[in-house]
């Protein structure tokens, strides 16, 4: 019985060294690293194949990673499983390649460059994250007029076995949107892509961002000041109480947003989700605790700019983290906040086009949406200014009975 080889670690192969010879460092089920006496390092997969030993050349050490390369070989193991010859496949797939001229890969990035300009920088973020992390790998060196819909299918049943369905139900929207790209440009026959949410696993029922009641917000905002926590953190979830921003809005605020003698904050519409300009009447609360903030990173462009660089913001977890810690995992979230707002505002009976204008929420009548250009800033000044006296009297012990607004 041959030995079984022990798997291969990046630190071996970061450290092999050539020799006078060609030598192998193998993986097992047959992968192994060539090491050329040149110091090249090639990967190689050796099988059998009608009763023949073949070899399948897998790329060079480090452009192809080791877990890369693994999942070459699994892919490899599997053709064989079904009777193909991994050999003629790579050949078939290269002459299809050649003759189409286009990958998925080349038409997703093209697609993505081409929307770019459109979207929210939140949308550009999350959608290259996704294109990296879930369809690139599976289907970016495939030709484009190669790919199947069950192949589809397969891949987003995938996403959803994981149990991410917002991810899986965002690649079936951006596969089919890549794809009519390539049919608008002429250069694919047919969209596999369509349709994917016919046979779409039911979603688990969603839950709203958590967010803890009025009566608990003295406790959260005074655990949060005895916290062993970094200052911008503290004022950070101050101001996502008083403004009932989204948080990735206050995170990557710059200054220059900021009329602090005004006390507006006009947020553009390029980093808005509604792709709206919208203008945060600022409370004296708020304001104050901007001016606490300009003493801080007043010299750089952000207001909450990263520990590690100053020109990127703090990160998107460095919020919710401090939360969890301090004991309000799954009771209390950053943008939960927004919920408490919108709870505690409508219970006091103000106007609800003023509480959704400021949430920046667009109108679910499309119509009414589109002609309504009214932003109540005023009146939401006042409002936000009366939520944030209530918030302190509240600090303080006072007995707080909530005005009802006509």
Known sequence: MPRKATPLTDSALKVAKPKDRPYKLADGQGLYLEVMPGGSKLWRLKFRFGGKENRLALGAYPDVPLQKARQKRDEARRLLSEGKDPSAERKAEQEAQQSNGLTFEMLAREWHAYRVPRWASSTREQTAAYLESDLLPALGERAV????????????????????HNVAGKCRQWLNQIFRFGLAKGVVETNPATDLDVVAAPAPETRHHPHVTFAELPELLDKMESASINTLTRHAIRLLVLTGVRPGELRAAPWSEFDLEAAVWTIPKERMKARRSHRVPLPRQAVAILHQLQEITGRYELVFAGRNSSGRPMSENTVNKAL???GYKG????????????????????????????????????????????TYLEQRRQMM????????????????VPLRRA
């Open 331 to 374: 009771r209390q979230t950053g943008h939960g906040f927004r919920h408490l707002l919108s709870t505690e505002l409508n219970s006091r009976g103000y106007n609800r086009d003023w509480i959704e204008r400021q949430l920046a929420h667009g109108d679910q009548n499309e119509i009414r949406d589109t002609y309504n250009h009214a």
């Open 145 to 164: 007029n190669s790919i199947t819909r069950p192949e589809l299918v397969a891949l987003i049943r995938k996403i959803e076995n994981r149990g991410a």
């Open 324 to 326: 969890a810690d301090a």
């Open 385 to 400: 200014q009366e939520w944030a006296d209530s918030v302190d009297a509240l600090c303080s012990g006072a007995n707080v």
